[in-house]
């Protein structure tokens, strides 16, 4: 790509990498997880949409290269806790949001669910979340296996949409930087538009991010964006080396709701960066009223946003996220088994192993977690095994990173055959049927796409919207009160 001055910043949205011969000077953009990550991350996804809709304003006009509204955990928390309807959080954000780009996380061939859809459904829900207003989907999935993102990429490519297929960093044996390059690669020939590294634990150093970057740079002539939370304290230190490396973008949350295990600060990047060659172009000033509005809505849910202060070392020692450390805390504390935190903490590693060396992300981390737990609590490992990692030894969360224990797998299996195809050919076509569940609630073709990810939530939640808008009386209690956010 030929290399040209720059004197100004792309238009908002426009992610091309931008460079002066003589001095490389590139104009670093910064997508803004105010409205999905860093209230996923801090609150457990409680803010409701009117406390988003005022903002929209201010947030079109700082020049970010993108906003994260959609996607995640955000659906499923939408009907569940709030009584909202996501599909129409994003055409209300939408309608407001003018300049900049909006951008939500899908889950592969999950899409926002916890199970793997039929293609027919991937389909249907790439095309009206694209149709409703998104305009780059980041696509992710949790093993690496790029044939669980083929049917929503290629949906999206058919939208006219923006593709960004994420790698799903983690650290392991097998996981080195000759292998992200060349799925960095796999993902330009599948029609990617950018690369988005995706640090979900926060194990991203300032060296392996600078070193990731450049193999990545050295395969692939696309933009790449870096995703990290700050739970172990390094991950603006990581964004610096990957920028100096040639990473485009970087996921920052405006400062009151940044931090801990939230992404680093918009602010700070923003300063870190005014004046040299790696300008994000964006002003403090425009950021102020950002700010304060965020600082309002942490002080108005003070009581649930969780503690974002300092570093967690448990995370570096034992390389897993956030929150799989906190579900663990969860379910070992439900069992009476707290004392026993330390020895699975310990077993993770070896389960993780076992499994093939997994990612641990949405949701392999719940897997390898539980399994983890089981093996501790029970006192004889793979004793008891979940349903759901006997599917993932039979192969049908995809191809693992690195061969799972052969032992292990005749065990949990039975000796039953893995499947070696991808796993979403089998699985039957699922919309007529879906169609026919959701019946008369469903007013709306969005709304059999909520009970497809979601279906006792979403059955509840439709028969509500169907009330509010028929006043007619269906028999259910009255929706969450304001200010009522069960964690």
Known sequence: MKEEEVTAKPASGDIRLCEKADTKKRVVGITETGLRDAHQSIMATRLRTSDMLPICEALDDVGYHSLEMWGGATFDSAMRFLDENPWERLREIRRRIKKTKLQMLLRGQNLLGYRHYADDVVREFVKRMVGNGIDIVRIFDALNDLRNTEIAADQVKREGAHLQLAISYTISPVHTLELFAKQARDMADMGADSICVKDMAGLLTPVSAHSLVKAIKEKVDLPIQLHSHYTTGL????????????????????????????????????????????????????????????????????????????????????????????????????????????????????????????????????????????????????????KEVKQYFLGHYGHTPAPVDPEIQAKVTDGEAPITCRPGEKIPAEMKKLREEAGEWATEPEDVLSYAMFPQVAAEFLRRKFARTTNVNVGLEDPIAEGSYPV
């Open 235 to 386: 991950a603006a230190m990581s964004y610096l080396d990957g920028i100096e490396a040639g990473a485009d973008v970087c996921d920052c949350a405006i400062s009151p709701f940044a931090m801990g295990t939230s992404q680093p600060a918009t602010e700070t990047l923003v300063a870190a960066l005014a004046g040299g060659p790696l300008d994000t172009g964006l002003s403090l000033e425009k950021l102020l009223p950002v700010a304060n509005h965020f600082e309002i809505l942490k002080k108005k849910y003070s009581k649930i946003i969780m503690g974002v202060t300092g570093v967690d070392i448990n995370i570096l020692l034992y390389q897993i996220p956030g929150g799989m450390y906190s579900n663990l805390q969860s379910q070992l504390k439900e069992g009476n088994a707290l004392d026993k935190l330390k020895d699975v903490l310990e077993e993770v590693p070896r389960v993780r192993k076992e499994m093939g060396y997994p990612p641990l992300v949405t949701p392999t981390s719940q897997i390898v977690g539980t399994q983890a737990a089981m093996n501790v609590m029970v006192g004889e490992r793979w004793k008891v095994v979940p």
